[in-house]
């Protein structure tokens, strides 16, 4: 929608120019990007349902009778030319792989192999701690990375190095479901790592290292890592391998 307007405005901007118009046009321009808006909101939600909903995918006609509901009068061809001009907008990239992606898929699994801990109770707690990893990147990361290297002062080669580690969103996704299996049963969380280890293959070392990153960030002082007796893996460096092996 902000492409949309900016294009918008900018050929309003150059015929206001060749024709000298006054804010009688501005007016005008302001109306129609009100009135496209919500098109364009409803076109995103049944492209996003087409991508996650698969065969229960919102249907024009209900897209039609919810605006009709909103007091707007659209026909099914302005809706598929909505879907369109969001897709170009987008350059037809909308199916990005994102960590929730992964999380979902490995809570999946893990349900499958008998998890202690129920999926749903996982998967919110999961949502909330991927919203503290975007929020608090940069100080999570820099922690994992002075961490794998043991050192307070990583070099700018080191830093690097971990960018690998930064755009491993499998990586990151093990840490948060090991982060929230934490959180919500402790005595469970060897079983989760054990099961997410063997079905992403991740050192055991490196899923520690992350959850406790995070759980660090996110209760601080508080966590419950440090409430009990810590579980030998959190004092492992696998990550400084990880970081290394990325030359």
């Given at each position: 929608m902000v492409?949309?307007?900016?294009?918008?405005?900018?050929?309003?901007?150059?015929?206001?120019?060749?024709?000298?118009?006054?804010?009688?046009?501005?007016?005008?321009?302001?109306?129609?990007?009100?009135?496209?808006?919500?098109?364009?909101?409803?076109?995103?939600v049944q492209l996003a349902s087409k991508l996650s909903f698969h065969y229960n995918i919102i249907s024009n006609i209900?897209?039609?009778?919810?605006?009709?509901?909103?007091?707007?009068?659209?026909?099914?061809?302005?809706?598929?030319?909505?879907?369109?001009?969001?897709?170009?907008?987008?350059?037809?990239?909308?199916?990005?792989?994102?960590?929730?992606?992964?999380?979902?898929?490995?809570?999946?699994?893990?349900?499958?192999?008998?998890?202690?801990?129920?999926a749903t109770q996982l998967h919110a707690t999961c949502l909330t701690l991927l919203d503290l990893v975007y929020l608090l990147h940069d100080p999570i990361y820099e922690s994992l990375l002075r961490a794998s290297i043991e050192s307070s002062t990583p070099s700018q080669l080191q830093g690097e190095k971990f960018i690998a580690v930064k755009e491993d969103f499998m990586l990151l996704a093990v840490g948060v479901i090991a982060a929230s299996a934490f959180i919500q049963n402790p005595a469970c969380?060897?079983?989760?790592?054990?099961?997410?280890?063997?079905?992403?293959?991740?050192?055991?070392?490196?899923?520690?290292?992350?959850?406790?990153?995070?759980?660090?960030?996110?209760?601080?002082?508080?966590?419950?890592?440090?409430?009990?007796?810590?579980?030998?893996?959190?004092a492992a460096r696998a990550l400084r391998a990880a970081a290394s092996s990325n030359t």
């Open positions: 492409k949309q307007a900016e294009s918008i405005c900018r050929q309003a901007t150059l015929q206001s120019r060749e024709n000298k118009a006054g804010p009688q046009n501005w007016r005008a321009l302001r109306e129609q990007l009100l009135n496209k808006f919500i098109l364009r909101l409803v076109s995103c209900t897209i039609l009778n919810f605006l009709q509901a909103l007091g707007y009068q659209y026909t099914k061809e302005e809706l598929v030319e909505s879907e369109l001009d969001v897709l170009k907008s987008l350059n037809f990239q909308i199916n990005l792989t994102t960590p929730l992606a992964y999380v979902e898929v490995l809570l999946e699994v893990l349900g499958y192999n008998g998890c202690l801990v129920p969380w060897s079983q989760v790592t054990g099961h997410l280890q063997s079905i992403t293959g991740i050192a055991l070392e490196s899923i520690a290292e992350f959850s406790y990153a995070i759980l660090t960030h996110s209760v601080g002082a508080n966590t419950p890592a440090r409430q009990q007796s810590v579980p030998p893996h959190l």
